[in-house]
């Protein structure tokens, strides 16, 4: 089974800083989806990259992919307290449909 | 739209009992993917059906978990015993193929005393 390593686990900044998660790994996955996850509820898809070197945004996160496919950050521009909760990374092997997920970076945007 | 349909959302069990969770997908998903959450482990995938038919089991910890999906809208996992460290939160997730978008259900809690 392939890992990946997230940090920091844990992250608690104020509103309107900006933060970067990362997410590594050394074994290459065919794409990396980041996830997030509020209390009591499953993760919800934020995002899918599939090229090494990729960047997505959405609204204040911008996504990023390694160019060697091994590694993604997620950077979060101007935090709001609703961004608050537990953002996963997980990757797909390169040889079927599993995914692997990280341990976590529970994020905790105070006002 | 409703999404993917857990039952319980909370279960809480004796050691030794047989324990029944279940899972509706979404209509229409040909995948089904269980996973377990601990604070120790994170999300792990325990196995992953396409249509129906079951892919992926290598993550089932041992023979007392069984899955089973009999149609494609409906699908259990069971545990036979139930132990202390089976306690967690159980996910079923769907998706239109196995290398799709992943939808996760809301999980059920399970509590093993």
């Known amino acids: 089974t392939q890992l990946l390593e997230q940090s920091p686990q844990f992250l608690s900044i104020q509103e309107g800083e900006n933060l970067t998660v990362y997410c590594n790994s050394s074994?290459?996955?065919?794409?990396l989806q980041w996830y997030r996850q509020e209390p009591g509820e499953g993760p919800v898809l934020l995002v899918t990259v599939v090229t090494g070197g990729e960047v997505k945004k959405l609204k204040r996160l911008t996504f990023q992919f390694g160019d060697a496919r091994k590694d993604s950050s997620l950077h979060i521009t101007a935090a709001q307290p609703g961004d608050t909760g537990l953002y996963l990374c997980?990757?797909?092997?390169?040889?079927?449909?599993?995914?692997?997920f990280g341990e976590g970076t529970q994020l905790t945007v105070n006002p | 739209d409703a999404g993917v349909i857990q039952s319980p959302r909370h279960e809480v069990t004796e050691m030794g009992q047989e324990v029944t969770l279940r899972c509706k997908p979404i209509?229409?998903?040909?995948?089904l993917f269980w996973y377990r959450q601990t604070m120790m482990r994170g999300l792990e995938l325990l196995i992953y059906f396409n249509n129906n038919v079951p892919i992926d089991d290598s993550g089932m910890p041992e023979d007392r978990f069984s899955a089973k999906m009999p149609n494609a809208s409906f699908s259990t996992l069971k545990i036979q015993p139930s132990e202390p460290r089976d306690s967690a939160v159980y996910f079923c997730?769907?998706?239109?193929?196995?290398?799709?978008?992943?939808?996760f259900g809301p999980g059920t809690r399970l509590t093993v005393t």
């Open positions: 209509s229409g998903h040909n995948s």
């Open positions: 997730a769907s998706s239109w193929t196995g290398l799709g978008e992943q939808y």
């Open positions: 997980a990757g797909r092997e390169t040889s079927g449909s599993r995914l692997t």
């Open positions: 074994s290459v996955f065919s794409s």
